[in-house]
Nanobody, 116 residues
């Protein structure tokens, strides 16, 4: 059974950094992209960053220049390095695996709280 194990969330002061990790419990084949979404209270879930199997990245405008997504191709682990964190970054962050026409996977979510 596939599970996406997330780690790295927590509480940090504004201007600080966190690094999120997402590691599948078993090997996943046919991955088109992996990414991170977030959802703050009262808001819709939004794409934060994604990286394709070929290494192409894209970011939400609100995090460009501050966040960096990367992956370890050997084990399909995806990372989100978050620098210069702002209170508005506070949300539950969800790892996502896109497999195109095949159903993908979602992590359980990890809380990121940025205090001012």
């Amino acid at each position: 059974q596939v599970q996406l194990v997330e780690s790295g969330g927590g509480l940090v002061q504004a201007g600080g950094s966190l690094r999120l990790s997402c590691a599948p419990s078993v090997s996943i084949f046919g991955i088109n992209a992996m990414g991170w979404y977030r959802q703050a209270p009262g808001k819709q879930r939004e794409l934060v960053a994604a990286i394709t199997s070929g290494g192409k990245t894209n970011y939400a405008d609100s995090v460009k220049g501050r966040f960096t997504i990367s992956r370890d191709n050997a084990n399909n682990t995806v990372y989100l390095q978050m620098n210069s964190l702002k209170p508005e970054d506070t949300a539950v962050y969800y790892c996502n695996v896109d497999r195109g026409r095949v159903r993908g996977y979602w992590g359980q979510g990890t809380q990121v709280t940025v205090s001012s």
